[in-house]
């Protein structure tokens, strides 16, 4: 949802703006996709042919924000960390990972959704292109439209043209590339990260990837992938913490405070949480562990102004709320898993 600060993206949105911006010249000089509002055929592939396209929509993850190597200087415009577990860059990049071309279509999808229902059920999952449409408030149904999904090997294309044009876009040459069994066969556990030699960082040692995505490379369709996550992530990058003394019984005033209680209720989502419970299980010996991750992950997120003197009150303060949201997700999640909830 647009208005939705959902991990705190509307920290991003420059960002994130130039990115899709790259993105779509990429696919336009690529012929990829031309902007066109004619309806389309939704049997057309349009395998060498530029897709008529009214919009796109780019998938990925934006990553980086901080590198502690002393060969590699800080970026101080930075608002947050994103990936506390992994560090990948001082400055922020996007990696694209799938792209969605949307169409006008020709004719009526076979499903539509009733007024006011979100959209959308489409024509077949297992196909490259879905046909949906959506109903306005008054049951009036609107235009139909087509999606297909671009093949991975057509995003590198575009990735890797976006990346000459626009910094912030990655372009990363898949690891291994044939059958299924040479694939499966990739190492997971113990490897160190690739993305910083991609952009010409030196190597942290202990700065492990946290798996590796299979997926068919030739095919439309999209969404067909097995992933191999690492059983462990690596140890919460720790922030700074600020200078000089840092217990104080007094809170500070409302005026100060107010900005980062509510930058914190955008990042204390059960999404989150649920990451890393995950991770750990429900069981109370592994309370301590999943608490002092989230709380580190929360905190890392959030740009204090060392320089204030109420700099160490506002980090108790958060720090506090924090732990306590974690415990009581905790606790529920350990209730629902033994069925007292």
């Not at 104080?248 to 005033?253: D, E, N, Q, R, S």
């Not at 929360?298 to 974690?326: C, E, H, N, W, Y």
Request: with cysteine; hydrophobic share 35%; net charge neutral.
């Amino acid at each position: 949802m647009p208005d939705t600060p959902f991990y705190s993206f509307h920290l991003y949105t420059d960002y994130l703006r130039e990115v899709a911006l790259g993105v779509v010249d990429s696919l336009l000089s690529t012929n990829m996709v031309m902007a066109s509002d004619t309806p389309i055929d939704p049997s057309d592939k349009y395998e060498d042919t530029p897709i008529p396209a009214t919009r796109v929509v780019v998938f990925g993850e934006l990553y980086g924000g901080v590198y502690v190597h002393p060969d590699v200087a800080p970026v101080e415009e930075n608002p947050a960390t994103i990936q506390p577990h992994i560090q990948y860059s001082p400055r922020y990049h996007f990696h694209p990972f799938d792209i969605a071309v949307v169409s006008l279509s020709q004719t009526p999808p076979p499903f539509s959704t009733s007024p006011c229902d979100t959209p959308t059920t489409p024509a077949s999952p297992a196909s490259p292109s879905a046909a949906f449409t959506t109903t306005d408030v008054e049951g009036e149904a609107t235009t139909p439209e087509v999606v297909q999904w671009l093949s991975p090997k057509e995003v590198d294309v575009t990735c890797r043209d976006a990346s000459a044009k626009c910094p912030l876009v990655t372009w990363a040459q898949p690891l291994v590339t044939g059958p299924l069994s040479e694939c499966m066969a990739t190492k997971v556990e113990g490897v160190h990260t690739t993305l910083p030699g991609l952009l010409g960082l030196p190597q942290i040692k202990g700065n492990f990837w946290e798996g590796v995505v299979i997926r068919p490379y030739l095919a439309r369709g999209g969404h067909r992938v097995v992933k191999f996550k690492v059983k462990k992530l690596p140890k919460v990058i720790k922030a700074k913490t600020p200078k000089g003394k840092t217990k104080a019984k007094a809170t500070p005033p409302d005026t100060v405070l107010a900005p980062y209680l509510s930058l914190l209720a955008t990042l204390q989502t059960e999404d989150r949480a649920q990451s890393i419970v995950s991770h750990y299980g429900v069981d109370v010996s592994v309370m301590s562990s999943v608490v002092k991750e989230y709380v580190s992950e929360v905190m890392g997120l959030i740009p204090i102004d060392t320089d204030s003197p109420d700099a160490a009150k506002i980090a108790k303060t958060l720090r506090g709320q924090a732990g306590a949201f974690i415990r009581q997700y905790f606790n529920q999640a350990g209730r629902r898993a033994r069925g007292q909830i």
